[in-house]
């Protein structure tokens, strides 16, 4: 669920992969940044190494999601708590794919991909 440089640097932030301290806040808005002349930015941009790290484990796949859905998708969190707790209603469903992702592809595979995780997590609670 992360795009861009800035929810990246975010995220490694909040891993602890990255300190906030090596990195100017708002460099996206360096007016050299956006002319693409990087040498001459007097802002200094996070440098994300390795961003395929977050594919590394499905811990940092699940994780991820959850800090963007968290942080930057309140209102996505809002429609998750709609559901009921042991099968996903279509109507909650739609309205969680929809806010993510602004339309609904996938939305037969994501149903039932809730269910399952409903299923999977309601056996451990």
Known sequence: MLT??????DYWVYRGWLLKSSFDAYWWDDIKYKSKNFSAMKKHPA???DPQKITASPYNCIDSGSFYITCFR????KEIDK???DSADDGVVTKVTQAINGGIIGLSQRKIMTNNLKEILNDKC
């Open 4 to 9: 861009g440089r800035d929810k990246y640097a």
């Open 47 to 49: 440098v994300i190494d």
């Open 74 to 77: 309140s209102s996505t969190v």
């Open 83 to 85: 559901d009921h707790a």
